[in-house]
């Protein structure tokens, strides 16, 4: 350990809110870095959840009973968290979705299919996950629309100039990460949002990755969707946040049918609710719901701005120690980069250091990262990703690249 220290950050008092870190592993503590993956839960988050069931378990919205009114409070209450957390104008914006997969999708199958036709142009990028390709390569082929790719040079960064070319009056939607979960790089969004909007497309942020790292603001940003998931951010499985600013979603058609999205129902013709009700058809996930404002209210009480800088400390570290390993190479050197590592060695796949890593209760993914287009760009299987939280130390980084070294003598 050098002399790099996050000293804001009291990562030893907020260890002991994640019960989970007590664990052993194949033997050793557990070195959890995974993040990018899910991260871990504190107890006041899993409490959430269990008071709900414990205590309150009821439907929410349709009951007059105590219980089904104290469950649409504290259900209701998370819409609003929401909606402070990432700058919308109102809660009647922020709909409750599975995650961002079902986020982007509600957006494919209810905007796209309304607004997107033959010889239209969606724009993505080569960085993207793929729950933001697929669903638009679904509706491209439905519709005979084109999609079109932003490519990412060496250093993992898109290009601006290209992104501007493949700009055109025919281009209805630009659909773009801000902070690509394979290389960490940090898009500019801002400035994307801007072009698009110049040439009359909407703009759709997967948040996936930025929304526990970075601030969001999306009346500043003035993008037209934001999706997100609420088990990255520290909440539960099973919830995410899909924004929609309040004009566009008033005039999509429907998503799902069924209880709660209605005003009314006859065999004739149903109308629907209003927003954000009109979708969110059935009982929707309520505990994990409650407990994702449970979260929101964690990360703030230690404040975001405290957060990264420490994971950008880590990213450091890590980076200049797994620099000096022998044919090692860092996939993603993007000069606005935050919360993890991916790299790959000459000569041993991915996984097998994986493998080793686990051995040593080192928790890492390995693999494509759900970026297959991007793994074939850079010519690789995949790599080895080290993504990091509030709640990691410099010396769970020692033992990252200590394991590393111990992977290659074994390996090589
Ligand atoms: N977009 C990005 C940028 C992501 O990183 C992920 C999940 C998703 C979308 C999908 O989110 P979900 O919650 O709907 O599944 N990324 C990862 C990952 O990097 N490893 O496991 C899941």
Request: net charge negative.
């Amino acid at each position: 350990m050098n002399n790099t220290v996050s000293p804001a950050l009291d990562v030893n008092t907020i260890r002991d809110a994640f019960p989970i870190l007590q664990r052993q592993v194949n033997g050793h503590p557990l070195v959890y870095l995974d993040n990018a993956a899910t991260a871990q839960k504190p107890l006041s988050v899993i409490d959430a959840i269990s008071d709900y069931y414990k205590g309150y378990n009821a439907n929410i919205h349709r009951g007059i009973h105590r219980m089904a009114e104290e469950a649409t409070t504290a259900f209701e209450a998370t819409r609003k968290t929401i909606a402070r957390f990432i700058g919308a104008a109102s809660s009647d914006e922020i709909i409750f979705t599975r995650g961002t997969t079902e986020g982007i999708n509600l957006v494919a199958y209810t905007w796209g299919k309304q607004n997107i036709n033959k010889g239209d142009e969606i724009i993505i990028s080569e960085m993207e996950h793929h729950s933001n390709i697929v669903p638009w390569q679904v509706l491209c082929q439905e519709k005979n629309a084109v999609l079109k790719i932003i490519p990412v040079d060496d250093n993992g960064e898109l290009s601006f100039e290209i992104f501007k070319k493949l700009l055109t009056p025919h281009t209805k939607l630009v659909s773009i990460v801000q902070v690509s979960n394979s290389l960490g790089t940090v898009n500019p969004v801002r400035e994307i949002i801007e072009e698009a909007h110049k040439a009359g497309a909407r703009v759709l942020i997967d948040g996936a990755q930025s929304s526990v790292h970075l601030d969001i603001n999306v009346q500043d940003l003035d993008c037209d969707f934001f999706a997100f998931s609420g088990h990255k951010i520290y909440g539960p499985t099973g919830v995410g946040v899909l924004y929609g600013k309040k004009d566009l979603l008033e005039a999509m058609p429907v998503f799902q049918g069924g209880g709660e999205m209605i005003n009314e129902v006859t065999f004739k013709q149903t109308t629907y609710n209003e927003l954000p009700y009109k979708y969110e058809a059935g009982t929707p996930n309520i505990a994990d719901t409650i407990a994702l404002k449970t979260a929101i209210d964690f990360v703030e009480s230690i404040g975001k701005d405290l957060i990264r800088e420490h994971e950008v400390e880590l990213v450091k570290y890590a980076t200049r120690q797994l620099e000096d390993i022998s044919g090692l190479r860092i996939i993603g050197k993007a000069n606005n980069k935050v919360s993890l590592v991916s790299f790959v060695i000459d000569n041993i796949h991915p996984s097998d250091i994986g493998t080793l890593l686990d051995n040593m209760g080192i928790a890492v993914r390995t693999g494509h990262h759900c970026t297959q287009p991007l793994m074939k760009r850079f010519d690789i299987p995949g790599t080895v990703r080290a993504s990091f939280a509030m709640y990691n130390t410099f010396e769970e980084v020692d033992a990252l690249v200590a394991g590393v070294h111990k992977a290659v003598k074994i390996l090589l």
